[in-house]
């Protein structure tokens, strides 16, 4: 830089002028005083520490950066991981509480069948027996067996006999009772 003739015009004008070229310039070094050297060394030195310290810090500024994006991804990846596992646990739930239902109403329904069964079928042998019986009285009735005598006779005995007696007053001043029977057969 201190080199170039380009810096020096003025130089080159003149000795052109007075009859000299010019075709180098050779920059030895600046000598000055060991105070003002020192000096200039020293200031050189700390501005070349304070741009190194400034890049570093630079550099340190960037990888902290790059660092806390990476964390930052690293964190979402992470929620969101624990978020799908989540919903697959839900959704795993609902899928066995379903199955559980489904099941539970299976059974439930072939219960039912089950019984609906079990009665249809006591219901159809009642019914047969009832059949049977109808034809019973009916044989006995064209027989001219009187059903209500052989109804009564054909009954058990009664397990209880409960007998209400009212007592009430005639105009004689005498108490005449009346009475009704009840039998149960359990």
Same mark, same amino acid.
């Given at each position: 830089m201190l !080199?170039?003739?380009k810096n020096y015009s003025k130089l080159v004008d003149r000795s !052109? *002028?007075?009859?000299?070229e010019i075709t180098k310039v050779v920059f030895r070094g600046y000598f000055a005083s060991p105070k003002l050297q020192t000096l200039h060394d020293t200031s050189v030195k700390t501005r070349t520490d304070l741009r190194l310290n400034y890049e570093a810090e630079i550099q340190n500024q $960037?990888?902290?950066?790059?660092?806390?994006?990476? &964390?930052?991804? %690293?964190?979402?990846? &992470?929620?969101?991981l624990e978020y799908q596992k989540v919903i697959n646990q839900l959704e795993l739930n609902k899928a066995r509480m379903m199955e559980s239902n489904r099941i539970l109403y299976e059974e439930e329904k072939a219960k039912i069948e089950t019984d609906t *069964? !079990? $009665? /249809? $079928?006591? /219901?159809? !042998?009642?019914? %047969?027996?009832? &059949?049977? $019986? /109808? &034809?019973?009285l009916e044989k006995l009735n064209q027989m001219n067996i009187d059903l209500t005598e052989h109804l009564v006779s054909s009954m058990a005995k009664a397990d209880k006999t409960i007998k209400i007696h009212k007592q009430r007053r005639n105009l004689n001043g005498k108490e005449n009772e009346d009475s009704t029977n009840f039998h149960f057969h359990d």
């Open positions: !080199n170039d003739l !052109n *002028k007075i009859g000299y $960037k990888q902290l950066d790059f660092n806390l994006k990476n &964390e930052i991804n %690293r964190l979402q990846m &992470e929620q969101d *069964k !079990n $009665k /249809l $079928k006591k /219901l159809e !042998n009642l019914a %047969r027996q009832n &059949e049977q $019986k /109808l &034809e019973h």
